[in-house]
């Protein structure tokens, strides 16, 4: 079956320009990640969806960051004025998420191939 | 707080040779432990899993390891490394099944023929 996808693989965009990256998670997972990956930091947590709610935000970096997930599927996180520190590659997982699903494998995070973000 | 420590940011061995890629964590709670793989240009990709059941865990391409409570530690294993493994290994920790993973800083295998 189709993974995690992830659109655009990769962007170039000027300082202060807004960007938004696309995720498509796997049919039927209820939990939505978003991560960041960047030389400086590795890979560093950004935003939990349950569902179309997200219950941890904890770790957007700024308030230019935001995310949001509807019908339960597709979700876009957007940069509002892009500095050049948010260069990275952003990588989106999904899991079941569901308690007591079986197969026992409701933890695991599947992640796509990411999107490479270059701001100059 | 959970942290993930990842000793030794490059390991080289020659093809053929144990590969051994040490992790220690640190949890208030009992850990899901987890290691993931990342080839060049593409997303991470799920080698074993830890989640409180066998201590020893096998996972994908002949690469295991072992859950060591004592030591805090999952290290990861491969008898005989061939030349496909070359990539980066990142150790992660959730506190349960649902939530973020904290990764280690990676460490990237190098094998040599």
Redesign the interface.
Known sequence: GAG?SQSPSNKVTEKGKDVELRCDPISGHT?L?W?RQSLGQ????LI?F?GNSAP?KS?LPSDRFSAERTGGSVSTLTIQRTQQEDSAVY?C?S?L?V?GTSG?D?????????TRLLVL | AQSVTQLGSHVSVSEGALVLLRCNYSSSVPP?L?W?VQYPN?????LL?Y?SAATLVKGINGFEAEFKKSETSFHLTKPSAHMSDAAEY?C?V?H???????????TRLLVSP
Not at chain 1, 42 to 45: D, I, P, S
Not at chain 1, 107 to 114: A, H, I, K, R
Not at chain 2, 96 to 106: A, S, Y
């Open positions: 995690v939990a990640y991560y590795g890979l560093e947590f939990y349950q941890d770790g990588l997982a899991s998420g308690v026992g409701q933890e695991t995070q599947y992640f796509g191939p990411g | 899901y987890f993931y593409q997303g991470l990709q799920l899993k989640t990142f992660a959730s349960t099944g649902f939530q973020k993973l904290v990764f280690g800083t990676g």
